[in-house]
């Protein structure tokens, strides 16, 4: 959950990956993120043939993931347009968080307060798929959505906060990856 970007080329996609973002130039590279809740993000560079993959949880999108991504591929070519596909993650009927979280986030900004609604006198209802493509948006990236709930929809998808709550062990991962032909 970090705001790391790594370029994969020729010389270093063998190399193991520590950050929350990729993108890439190579033709033939499938690159992938893996979430259970946290968004992925497919993106695109339509006149660069840039993809890439971003794993965004509030964590790493508050911290600047989707900020850093979006620079790190105008930074490789200008005259972009850039593209994303928002993948499955919590719906925002189902990311139940405390006062403190909320309080987190609304001191960084009052404007957060959209991000949020009401469940009941101690919990709040966090809107991150909003959040997400909000940033996206302001960045001036085309954003469409594969609008499906991780959490709700359990034959589908695995959810990390699913798994905890009914007190499983291991809560399995969704895979959403790109490549260039």
């Not at 993650?89 to 309080?103: A, N, P, R, T």
Request: glycine content about 4%; some cysteine.
């Amino acid at each position: 959950h970090s705001n790391k970007v790594i370029e994969v080329k020729k010389n270093n996609y063998k190399k193991k990956i520590n950050a929350d973002a990729v993108i890439t130039k190579v033709k033939g590279l499938l690159l992938g993120v893996v979430t259970a809740d946290c968004v992925p993000i497919i993106i695109y560079d339509y006149n660069n043939k840039i993809v890439g993959c971003i794993h965004a949880g509030w964590k790493g999108a508050v911290s600047g993931i989707i900020e850093n991504t979006v620079n790190k591929i105008k930074k490789i070519n200008t005259n972009n347009i850039i593209m994303a596909s928002i993948g499955p993650c919590i719906g925002k009927h189902s990311y139940e968080v405390d006062s403190i979280f909320y309080e987190n986030f609304i001191d960084k900004s009052l404007k957060n307060k959209k991000y949020f609604s009401n469940k009941n006198k101690k919990k709040k209802l966090f809107n991150l798929r909003k959040f997400v493509t909000d940033k996206l948006l302001r960045l001036k990236v085309k954003v469409d959505q594969v609008n499906k709930d991780t959490f709700a929809e359990k034959s589908n998808f695995f959810s990390y906060r699913r798994t905890c709550k009914l007190k499983q062990k291991d809560y399995g991962r969704c895979i959403s990856a790109v490549r260039i032909l």
